[in-house]
């Protein structure tokens, strides 16, 4: 294997772009397409703290292990805390430096190599690939496949000689904008206490709003693994492997997070005989198990093309005969779904279907 000392690096495909940075944690510094961010992005250069990243892995857990208290198999182990509170926090791969251990144009494979230490008890290799792909440049423009797809597997493999608790998720802050909304299915919502761990959770069917006034920081159970989010400029499609999403915004903040992740949060501290880990999404791995999981990003251009009718309707009024206005139209519907367009021909106004 082919290991390679990396601080950043890009990616691109079409008007797709994506700046990662292997040393601060295998992060995604910033994705764009076109131009426009679609997380929170800064150039591979400039990011000097994962936790301004656009996205990163989420490695051996996700969220919190409440007061960094690791409870497994009988006994205690001491994690280390997170600078900013008592609790251990989304892993240290996030954390740690990466390799790139296979690098394409649109592709890389990056490794994390973890040796128990005060951060976590259990030897592991965690392999992140991270794929590109522009559907609409490469088929020829078909309308149903979207602008551009990026797909990251995550995959965890144990090399401690004993079952180690594992877990695995992506935390991407997507860009909020003023238009801004969110709709997934779910069927079980998790509560918050003033500690940041979970109390309960209880019946709740997702969420489907705008962003703007959002204020929301829970893990999600019964999520069928797709989610979106679209505005003013873009939609974002999440399609996962997981069963979880954990979402986190607040009013004043310009970022929404979606995460996909394999259990709720502090599930390390909740199993219990009744309540077992498994149920509450933690992978027990014998040696040399593996676990993976896939999550892809479908997104669009806001009207990136119209219906047929209307292209049909544009055409006619763009070929009419020389001296006569050429058709003009705006658009009355919202997010790229075309429901109505206001089109002008030879300054006669009309509202037409689509």
Request: one cysteine or more; hydrophobic letters at 40%; glycine letters at 8%.
């Amino acid at each position: 294997m082919n290991v390679t000392p990396s601080t950043s690096l890009s990616l691109e495909t079409g008007a797709l772009r994506c700046d990662l940075r292997p040393d601060l944690g295998g992060a995604i510094a910033g994705l764009w397409l076109q131009g426009i961010p679609v997380l929170r992005s800064t150039p591979a250069a400039e990011l000097t703290d994962v936790r301004q990243a656009g996205c990163f892995p989420l490695v051996p857990f996700s969220n919190r292990v409440g007061h960094a208290r690791l409870q497994w198999l009988g006994q205690t182990y001491l994690l280390q805390p997170d600078t900013h509170g008592p609790h251990a926090i989304h892993g240290m791969g996030r954390l740690r430096p990466w390799q790139v251990t296979e690098q394409q144009p649109t592709r890389v494979v990056m490794t994390y190599r973890h040796t128990p230490d005060a951060a976590w008890p259990f030897a592991f290799e965690a392999t992140q690939t991270i794929a590109l792909e522009s559907p609409q440049a490469e088929r020829g423009g078909i309308v149903h496949a979207p602008d551009a797809r990026v797909t990251i597997t995550l995959a965890l493999r144990n090399l401690s000689e004993q079952v180690a608790p594992v877990g695995l998720g992506l935390h991407p802050y997507f860009v909020k904008r003023t238009r801004s909304r969110i709709a997934f299915e779910a069927t079980a919502r998790w509560e918050m206490g003033d500690d940041m761990l979970p109390t309960h959770s209880h019946a709740a069917h997702g969420i489907d709003a705008n962003c703007a006034f959002l204020d929301v920081d829970n893990c999600f159970e019964g999520w069928p693994g797709v989610v979106d989010l679209r505005d003013e400029l873009l939609r974002v499609r999440t399609r996962s492997s997981v069963s979880r999403l954990v979402v986190y915004t607040r009013e004043a903040l310009p970022f929404i997070a979606l995460e996909p992740v394999s259990h709720v949060n502090n599930a390390f501290a909740l199993h219990t005989a009744a309540r077992t880990a498994q149920s509450l999404g933690i992978r027990a791995l014998e040696s040399g198990q593996s676990y993976s999981t896939t999550t892809t990003w479908e997104i669009d251009r806001f009207f990136r093309r119209p219906p047929k009718r209307l292209r049909r309707l544009l055409h006619w009024g763009a070929t009419a005969p020389t001296g006569q206005s050429p058709a003009t139209l705006s658009l009355d519907g919202a997010l790229g779904s075309w429901p109505q367009a206001h089109v002008v021909f030879f300054g006669v106004s009309e509202k037409v279907r689509v």
